[in-house]
């Protein structure tokens, strides 16, 4: 296996508490030595990092990559392309393909195609019902031991209470993370947008943050009572925040992400009836991304996530409340994530730990840090560069992103995965 040296990096690794000039020698696939050049290390290939950054490879909590099921939105080979080039080195698959990750056989298909498109590190969360169905337990234990490293019922409704707590008395004995969308669709009904001024005035069905609160308060209730290991993913507003925070502070075994879009764009950022602000969550209130920075720069929120669903131009054509929501969101992750930094509350380490350190430990993997002995998963990126969101540069199948056509800065120029090199950028221009 090659060596490589990457050298005269800005080197950023929030778990060993590293900032600052030096080197990465990597050989046979893990880290050997990091700010320094062992004297008897020969690199095989040597990547000049100067004026950029270095730093772990990205691990992203939620990234559907439409595959199985809908592949005429994207592919495991073309999402994970993408993935690549936004630095992402690990990524999670939630279980609403098409089937369902209900079974084994369907992860090891899901293994198969991420063998064949040469991106291994997907990691599947196996469904929390049969089908997503709500009503019937899965097989946890074998999608466990099948690989699945969670277990969500992603955007589907349970049919009860009882249903979720029984979820997560099978799941805590299993030792699996149970990751939880809260929603209570009596609230959010068929609301395509948030419960507030913007809805109101264009007449769009609106989802009171209460639907959001409501199901995360009852999830906590039933964390406590069964001691499930629960992660929230993609909260979106200030009632899920402080109810997160006072849940950390009375000892409870949870944690929690936020999408990167909610933490740059509220309802009064919204193009009327433009789909490509239709997500899921829905995009909050100015009141609710202050108090979303702030819980992810005071710990509350442990982690972002991209949250990327990339749709075909037909499932975002037609009215706003009958298009299809989510946007295509991995290859902004880096420009946004710097953008925050702009904030006085989040440095560039603490962004950066919100999608390496953090994310590992969530899911208990050995992966988020640039430490002697670990794999190689590294992303170098030159924090000035400037680039167009536009067909030029694209690499996921969907288009469906409200920055299509603006300017962003910051951009990946290398990734490696376990030692190999996976992207570079001059060869994708």
């Known amino acids: 296996m090659t060596t490589i040296l990457i050298r005269n990096g800005r080197i950023i690794d929030p778990a060993n508490q590293v900032d600052g000039i030096g080197s990465i020698c990597i050989a046979e696939g893990k880290i050997v030595a990091v700010m320094r ?85 997907i990691y599947t969360i196996g ?11 899965s097989a946890m234990f074998a999608l466990k031991q099948a690989g699945c490293i969670a277990v969500s019922n992603a ?35 068929k609301g395509c947008a948030h419960e507030g001024a913007v809805a109101s005035r264009f007449g769009l069905p609106g989802i009171p943050e209460a639907a959001e609160s409501i199901a995360l308060a009852q999830c906590l209730e039933l964390a406590e009572l069964t ?23 009375y000892g409870l075994n949870i944690t929690a992400d936020i999408a990167i879009h909610q933490l740059h764009l509220t309802e009064n950022d919204m193009i009327p009836f433009d789909s490509a602000y239709h997500v899921i969550p829905p995009l909050r209130s100015d009141i ?48 946004l994530l710097l ?14 730990a919100a ?31 400037s ?3 536009d067909e030029k540069n694209w690499k996921s199948a969907g288009r469906n992103t409200p920055y299509w056509g603006r300017t962003l800065r910051g951009r990946v120029t290398h990734t490696l995965q376990a030692g190999r090199l996976i992207y570079t950028l001059s060869e994708s221009a």
């Open 227 to 249: 001691g499930c290991r629960v992660h929230f993913s993609q909260v979106s507003c200030k009632q899920s925040v402080i109810k997160i925070q006072q849940a950390k502070k």
């Open 37 to 121: 050049e062992p004297v008897d290390f020969q690199a095989d290939l040597v990547i000049d990092a100067t004026d950029q950054c270095v730093c772990p490879g990205f691990i992203d909590l939620s990234a559907r990559l439409r595959e199985p099921g809908h592949s005429h939105k994207g592919s495991i080979l073309t999402e994970t392309r993408a993935a690549a080039s936004a630095g992402v080195t690990s990524l999670c698959l939630p279980p609403d393909t098409k089937p369902t990750i209900d079974t084994p056989a369907v992860v090891e298909f899901i293994k198969d195609k991420a063998e064949k498109a040469d991106y291994t590190q």
């Open 127 to 137: 469904a929390l019902t049969q089908r997503l169905a709500g009503t019937e337990l």
């Open 288 to 335: 609710d991304l202050k108090y979303l920075r702030e819980g992810l720069a005071n710990g509350t929120l442990d982690a972002i996530s991209s949250d990327h669903q990339p749709h075909d131009l037909d499932a975002k054509l037609g009215a706003f409340p009958e298009t299809e929501p989510g946007v295509a969101a991995l290859e902004t992750l880096l420009p």
């Open 355 to 385: 999608l390496t350190q953090n994310p590992a430990a969530i899911l208990g993997l050995e992966a988020g840090a640039l430490t002697p002995g670990f794999p190689a998963d590294v992303c170098v990126f030159d924090p000035q560069a």
């Open 339 to 352: 953008a925050l930094t702009e904030d006085p509350g989040i440095n560039l380490s603490q962004a950066i």
């Open 387 to 389: 680039w167009k969101v």
């Open 155 to 189: 955007s589907e409704p349970l049919a009860n209470l009882l249903i979720l707590r029984r979820a997560m008395e099978y799941a805590g004995s299993h030792n699996l993370l149970l990751m939880y969308r809260a929603n209570e669709p009596s609230l959010s009904g």
